[in-house]
């Protein structure tokens, strides 16, 4: 019977593993195509914006003040094409395109989403991207239209390499953990193997002393002796509806059968008993390895049972003290669409029963991500809060900079934590200059670098170079970090080294693109190339509505029109900044730039 127990405990792990593996392989390559299809798509909205803020209407006429330079969209199959086209007929194109034009007639639904499909220069399939955009106003207004492409088959090798090697590496791990599983199982019940053999070998010792004349009192031991093994053997066969329980996760047999043993009557429990001794090398619970009570309740909240915008957003809320308002813009929502997704997320905890457990040491990093995203956005709202009548909430910002210090100690390896640790550090060194002794703001132009704290700084620097030191794909914060260096580093705003801030920043977009980066991009843009293509991309961004509830991009777009000297432009952008704040020192910043535009 106990043979028969370690053939089925055999098949049902190896069944598992096969299951939970092609769900992972099926999860894991569509998340791959996801993420690929994203950074084609935004590598191409990014060219398409660009081609748009290059865009001029003069005397009626459309035109391009000047092509992209990459030297793929000039060259004859070179990977990427472009096509300028108004009213039906092209005006300019990419010289990679050949004779060939992109029409719509020609166009077909794509496999991948936001990309349409026709025939390439030599007639290979390539995916097309189509921007519609309008310049001027009233009857002036010139409607033209903006594709951008690239060869299907470079996105289709990407996916079919990743595959191939998914596939590898599922299919040995599958090897290794069946054969795992095989060995557990005629490996786990040998204690059990080993206390038949022994009752049997005292059975038939007391038999061959006693004869069949043995002492009466003696024949009701050999019965009790006989019972036990027959309930033990019960015992075993009720073990096995838990077959597939116990290959689940591959654990050790003998601690569930340990605990079914125990529950039954004191004779199973003293087998019990024997059985936890032969299992003594079982794993023991690890020790707290947090030690910090918030920190320990930040990585509790970032469950992995919630999607991870809800286990930051219920994190933020319930943990961090943060308000409903505050979150919702962090996540650039409005405060009634945060607090009804906040409402859902306690309705799924108390409907579905989720424990509220400190995870173990082995559960931190897939929690890891989250409690990053938690960390950071504290720290963002004490750099610049959401409203109040100050700047700056010094408990927040010191906060998240404890927290990260701590996550650190814990996670020394981890790079995107010193990278967030640096970005936080380089960001806290400048606040002693972001402010003048009547809480008005001091721009980043206007500061005196001389009260910023240079130890900050100094430690911040250091983790910068450490977590770029690392090999492997660059994190966001690790990149943000950077960018905050090249600031901290500069002798003037005069001085700082845009044109690769602009280049890290096109970075970010690549790995971790977002509408808030893209204005970032933007500012840092109007820096190299002007404020008129800047103000493009901002336009072209702020069309796009996904940043609808962020505050700050009318204030971006103002501070370009005022650039400009497009004056009235300017005062209407400042007062739609000034109407969408809630902070009082940018409200009286946004006063300073009217009452400027209105002396000027």
Known sequence: MIQSLRVRLAIGAVVTIT???????????????????????????????????????????????????????????GGRYWEFEAGNKVLERSRSLWDTVIADETLKPSPYEGFLQTAGPDGEPILVMRQDSTLGQGKNARQFCIYTAFPKAELDVALVGFHGELRRMLLITAAILAFGAVAQAFAGLAPLDRLKRKVAEVRAGILSELGDEGPSEVKPLVMEIDLLLKEREEAVERARSRASDLAHGLKTPLTVLSQLAASMDPKSAEIAHLIDMENHSAEEDDPDPIGDERLKLIFTCCHPS???????????RTVCGLTTAEVARAFLNTEEAMSQRLVRAKQKIRLAGIPYEVPGRDALEERLRGVLTVIYLVFTEGYLATSGPELIRHDLAREAIRLGRL?????????????????????????????DAAGDIVLLEEQDRSLWNREQIAEGLALVEQALGVKGRPQPYTVQAAIAALHAQAPSYDQTDWRQIVGLYEVLLRIAPSPVIELNHAAAVSMVDGPARALGLVDSLAARGGLK???????????????????????????????????TPLKRLYARRLAELDAA
């Not at 999607?307 to 994190?315: G, H, N």
């Not at 650190?408 to 380089?426: F, N």
């Not at 370009?560 to 005062?571: G, P, V």
């Open 19 to 77: 299951v939970v593996l092609l769900l992972v392989w099926i999860a894991l390559g569509r998340l791959f195509t996801s993420y690929v299809v994203a950074q084609y798509t935004t590598e191409m909205q990014v060219l398409s914006d660009t081609l748009t803020a290059s865009v001029t209407l003069k005397d009626g006429h459309l035109g391009l003040t000047a092509a992209p330079s990459d030297p793929r969209l000039n060259l004859p199959g």
């Open 306 to 316: 919630f999607a991870p915008e809800v286990q930051v957003a219920l994190t933020l």
């Open 407 to 435: 996550l650190l100690a814990l996670m020394p390896e981890a790079r995107d934590i010193k990278g967030l640790l640096a970005l936080m550090l380089l960001h806290d060194a400048r606040r002693a200059g972001r402010t």
């Open 549 to 583: 509830q962020y505050d700050l991009l009318p204030a971006v777009r103002a501070d370009l029109l005022r650039r400009l000297d497009r004056r009235e432009e300017a005062r209407a952008a400042y007062r739609a900044a000034s109407d969408a704040t809630q902070l």
